[in-house]
């Protein structure tokens, strides 16, 4: 057991430090986190929608378009050079394989997520310290479960002619289970509602997690293996 | 890979028998509206608007039959790796897009008069809408993936994974829409059908279903076709 781990974060390793290498799609992803933000800010018209109301929704609709574009990069490194081929001649199990990709767009994702999360209570007035623990603990159950989805997608799609536009439109319908979860989460953080109420819909987001990440790695290998 | 296949039934004759089947299912059809036209009554409330519960609820049936047995074929084929079920899979798919289509007009023209309002997020409706979709998003993979073994192995794990995320959609707007209630007393479920309305609808029912029966027929014999002129130079 501990030697798969091992594999399964020198996979993610390699994917983390090609990353910081370069830093590029770190970057362009952040950026484009906080334009959707910024954009949103002009979508709305502030005398008739309070940014209370509002800041929700926007802040998960940001962390989904900002997951795809990230997302969307993680098998295409993997092409060039027949990477992905090398990757998988390697006597490693195709569960570390795919638990390691999964790791480094975890890091990934959330890397976007951290940068947005300031940026928006600032464009958007909140104060969330006092529920931050909350407000992280939600962003982590909600995003691993469409970064799995989105993973198995990505490893799809990159063989596929328009990898760009099949992501999106593949993984956003598994995105709602999780997103609508996520926001009603993040209403009632935001307006200091008690735990109860957001039992239900935290219980959604853990069986989500559960059903998916292991759905996913069983069915990694048959997406990769010749 | 997968076992050598022998085409048991030829492909001209796999179209021939659907376009025959959907030819059936045609006739049904006519007996259908003049069935919900003349024999069914007229529902008190809700007036002749009704009579498109006998298009638009077995339309929904036979999307649901569709979409459901792309996700059992999906999950058999990752395990048998038969290329029927993937062909199987594939039509199925195309023919509940076309069914959910007819679902998914039909259901606003119906919903304008009645409820008031061409859409609303009911959870229902909400959950077909993003099945539609999902499975507009798995015709699009097929079209993108070049490889025959490859599409078949691709279709099939979003073939999965669909099926299992249609609990997790119900679920979250089933939660949505009891935490924000709609003014929408009036359901399409009636508990107690004259049985002049149930004999209809059961009919419609039948003959949509051999309409499904028929479209994924003629549909699985053209890629069948389409597949073996594909190989064609390679056998011969």
Known sequence: ?226 | MSAPEIPTLHPARLIRRGLRLSAIGFLGLVLVYVLALTYAPVEARQGLAQKIFYVHVPAAWSTLLAFSLVGIASATYLWLEDRRLDRFAAASAEVGVVFGGVMLTTGPIWAKPIWGTWWTWDARLTLTLFLFFLFIGYLALRAAVQDPEERARFSAVVGILGMLLVPFIHLSVYLFRTIHPQPIVLKPSAPSLPPEMLRTLLVSTLVFTVLYLGFVTTRYGLALEQELREQGPDAA
Do not use: H
């Open chain 1, 1 to 226: 057991m501990p030697r798969s781990l091992d594999l399964v974060f020198a996979v993610a390793g390699k994917d983390i430090r090609a990353e910081l290498r370069s830093r590029t799609a770190l970057l362009t992803a952040m950026v484009f986190a906080a334009l959707v933000l910024v954009i949103f800010n002009f979508a709305r018209d502030p005398t008739a929608v309070s940014s209370a109301t509002i800041a929700p929704s926007v802040l998960w609709v940001t962390f989904a378009l900002a997951a795809i574009v990230a997302m969307n990069r993680a098998f295409t490194v993997e092409r060039e050079n027949g990477a992905m081929d090398g990757m998988l001649l390697a006597p490693i199990p195709r569960e570390a394989v795919f638990f390691g990709k999964l790791l480094a767009n975890l890091a990934f994702v959330g890397a976007v997520e951290l940068v947005t999360l300031p940026l928006f209570t600032l464009f958007f007035n909140l104060s969330v310290w006092s529920i931050l623990p909350g407000l992280l603990g939600v962003m982590a159950l909600a995003t691993i479960g469409f970064v799995a989805v989105g993973t198995i997608f990505g490893a799809m799609a990159v063989r596929t002619r328009f990898a760009e536009l099949l992501l999106p439109v593949l993984l956003l319908p598994f995105m709602v289970p999780p997103l609508i979860g996520a926001v009603q989460v993040t209403t009632r953080l935001l307006a200091d509602r008690p735990l109860s109420e957001m039992v239900g819909w935290l219980r959604l987001l853990g069986l989500y997690d559960i059903v998916f990440v292991t759905l996913c790695t069983l069915t990694f290998s048959s997406v990769v293996d010749e």
